[in-house]
């Protein structure tokens, strides 16, 4: 491109300007050059000289409107499409024209732009929408460990929002462990109850051509539990067979050794002993017949029937059948679900029955007299059934819903874990934990979908 004087390069329509109006400079010289004749004919030959220079130069004028315009709006139509505005179209192209040539492919050009960007932008929304609506945590962090993606699920799985947490280290957010996993492990976040445990899977992928991981995060604690739980019907099957063919022949002999003893009529000490230790025999057989016979309802639950039922209902007829403490039942909006009334009335009297014995402990930390309360109320999709008692508290809550575990004398150990499954069963679930409000006990949480 030509220089001027000044260094800057001469524009495009200077310089067509300049080429078109060098034809017509001859005609000016001859304009002016008969000027120095005075004579009549030679002035009527310069004013049509000047005439034809002036309509060579509205003529240029003319033509420098006629190349410029097109250009200039083909340019707004182009900067228009670099801004993502499809709204601008070229006019009057056509075929077989330089100019309306380059006016129809600009013009289809933007047309393909436009679809291609309607396309990415509903393939977005789409891909948007499904991470909205996955039940699976999806995070992605670039290469300094900053959060660059979250999704609904990873909000509430990890207590995140994605306003405040985008561009914060994984350190910060508590979220440097998952950094360190590999592909297809499983991990557990949280403790006792609230653990929850997950399959990592983690793929890369490149952002403006900086490397980044995504991880996808699948919940699996679910399927381990109804591992744990066939893994458990299957030992108590074991055990208890085995066992009851042990039992059976113990207790028998037992009870035909002291019907003899108390023929023979002896009154020795020696037989008196003898008599006790049979009958501790016995006793000890039958108490293990019967823990066994727990057991086994863990096997033998059927899966449940459902129908409307109010859980006021439920409430009463829990609260009734515990005489042991006052069993208060708080009013509150009626709630109905969708459940099997037997099942659930099930869970709730073990509730309240392991309530009532944590009230009734001796570790009992004089909050008043041993009393239960039941409470619920609506969260969100669910019904809250909450019994709650002013017992000594929880020590160990990792082992509450382990079959075999008690830390009551006399206790099977399968109240807490009978009322999860039937729980579970009902798409819902069993959590405890101590008070929090301000007074010693625990309170229990039996969560159940609302009808509908």
Known sequence: MPLGRSGRRVSFEKRLRLWLCLPGLPMLVLCWLPLRHHSVDVLLQSIVLLSLALGWIFAVSVLMEQIVRPLQTLANVVAALREDDFSFRARGGQRNDA??????????????????????????ALVERVMESMQSPVLAFDPEGRLKLLNAAGEHAFGLQVQTALGHSAVGLKLDQLLDVADEEVMSLGSGQQSVRWV??????????????????????????????????????????EINNSLTPIKSIAGSLRGRLAALGSASGESAD???????????????????????????????????????????????????????????????????????????????????????????????????????????????????????????????????????????????????????????????????????????????????
Request: charged letters at 20%; one cysteine or more; hydrophobic letters at 45%.
């Open 274 to 452: 003898f008599e006790r230790g049979l009958e501790v025999i016995e006793n000890r057989s039958e108490s293990l017949n019967r823990f066994l016979q727990a057991y086994r309802q863990l096997m033998g639950l059927p899966a449940p029937r459902l129908a409307p039922v109010s859980v006021a209902t439920l409430a009463q007829r829990a609260a009734l059948l515990e005489r042991r403490v006052a069993v208060t039942v708080e009013s509150a909006a009626e709630v109905v679900v969708q459940v099997d009334a037997d099942h659930i009335e099930q869970a709730l009297i073990n509730l309240v029955r392991n309530a009532a014995d944590a009230a009734l402990s001796p570790d009992h930390a004089g909050g008043g007299d041993p009393h239960v309360k039941i409470v619920w109320a609506t969260v969100g999709s669910e019904v809250v059934i909450g019994v709650v008692d002013n017992g000594p508290g929880l020590t160990n809550a990792g082992n509450l819903f382990v079959p075999f575990y008690t830390t009551k004398p006399g206790g099977t150990g399968i109240g807490l874990v009978l009322a999860q499954q039937i729980a579970q069963a009902h798409r819902g679930s069993v959590q405890l934990a101590n008070r929090t409000d301000g007074h010693t006990g625990c309170r229990a949480d039996l969560r159940l979908p609302l009808a509908g």
């Open 99 to 124: 100019m309306g040539d380059l006016a129809l492919e600009i013009n289809r050009l933007a047309g393909m732009l436009q679809g291609q960007r309607a396309s990415a932008l509903e393939a977005m």
């Open 200 to 241: 990592v899977k983690r793929t890369g992928f490149r952002l403006r051509g900086v490397p980044h991981t995504l991880f996808v995060l699948s919940d699996v604690s679910a399927a381990l539990r109804e591992e744990e739980r066939i893994a458990w019907e299957r030992l108590i099957r074991v055990l208890g067979h």
